[in-house]
């Protein structure tokens, strides 16, 4: 089992907003990009950055967006839609979507629109 799968989404999800503000972009940009990937509402975001949630719960809970095979490319030089093993698959997609947004492509772009 990777390191990542229980590590809470809390501890990286700073790194997130770090990533995209540094860039001009916004929270809200942010968390419309995870609830597009998740399902989760702002809400539920929040509920689950405030109980710990590990990347593997939160994925087991999260009800993926049927778009996510048109999520291609790389992360870190590994190709997203290469990677063998669901979980991580699922947590680069959002590594990816993360990256684009704070790259400046349009939110229509990276929500697959």
């Known amino acids: 089992m990777h390191r990542i799968f229980t590590t809470s989404v809390a501890s990286v999800y700073p790194h997130y907003v770090n990533k995209v503000e540094r860039k001009g972009r916004t929270v809200a940009e942010l968390d419309a990009v995870i609830a597009w990937l998740t399902g989760f509402d702002e809400a539920a975001l929040r509920e689950h950055l405030e109980a710990g949630t590990t ?3 939160f994925f087991a809970a999260a009800d993926l967006n049927p778009g996510v095979s048109l ?3 790389s992360v870190c030089g590994v190709r997203v839609q290469e990677v063998e093993d669901p979980l991580m698959r699922q947590i680069r997609y959002l590594d990816k979507l993360v990256d684009e947004l704070a790259k400046g492509r349009p939110l229509e772009k990276v ?3």
């Open 55 to 57: 990347f593997e719960e």
């Open 71 to 73: 999520i291609t490319g």
């Open 111 to 113: 929500l697959r629109s």
